[in-house]
């Protein structure tokens, strides 16, 4: 019975690790939920070792059974409130609330957790556009115009890309398509300044929270994953400003356009 009952806190614990990766967490943050969990079942003999897509979990000594697993998690996009989930659960498993098998209940239901309805991922993404528009110099019209390219792009991913295309594909695609919707609008008379429309336009692309983690685990020491993330975070920068400046390129060709 022990030996099940240690099973089951570790599948726990790997599976908490699992959601916590593939929604974007540190590596650090991770690790030590890993072995939060574990501890809080007993299992002292416990060592994770984590790297941006893969999850390493071995236990045992001469009063534990032998546990190994390998899990490969694919790099993906950023789940925060899965993150925040697991967190708050991890704190109630220290304090006694849940067995292993109701943490694992709990954990199965978080990684199911859908994601926001896409009307709100649609108007979050104009929004943000119209904002960071208006923060990078852009007047009010300008930012209308950014909020239309923004919820443009958006369309685009959620209803005709649907994750049939890959990350680079995707990526530069759609920096063509709200950079070609900026100038667009600005021939049209909306908007006065494309710099900024495009800058604000491309915003729901830029990798923010990727980056911000590369920086994070390369400064705790983590620098395998780190410089994975980094190179991850980095060519989707590199896929975005590929496809602006294609359109930029064909705008001040074509049309004789000034590329700013």
Known sequence: METDYNRE???AAALAGD???????????VEETIDRIAHAYGIE????????SGIFLTAGNEKEKEFARVRH???????????TAVNQLSREIENGMHTAAQAKERLLEIQQMPSAPRFYQVLASGVGSGCFCLLFGGDMVDCGAA?????LL????LY?????????ASNITGGMLV???AVLLYHLGIGHHLGEMIIGSIIPLVPGVAFTNAIRDIADQDYIAGAVRMLDALLVTFCIAMGVGIVMMGYHNIAGGAVF
């Open 9 to 11: 806190a570790l599948d």
């Open 19 to 29: 959601i916590l990766l593939a929604s974007g967490a540190e590596i650090f943050r």
């Open 45 to 52: 003999s416990c060592d994770a070792f984590v790297l941006s």
């Open 73 to 83: 998690i694919p790099l993906s996009a950023a789940r925060l409130d899965k993150v």
């Open 147 to 151: 909020f239309l390219a923004g919820t």
């Open 154 to 157: 958006y369309l685009y991913l």
């Open 160 to 168: 005709l890309v649907r994750g049939r295309l890959s990350k680079i």
């Open 179 to 181: 950079t070609f919707a």
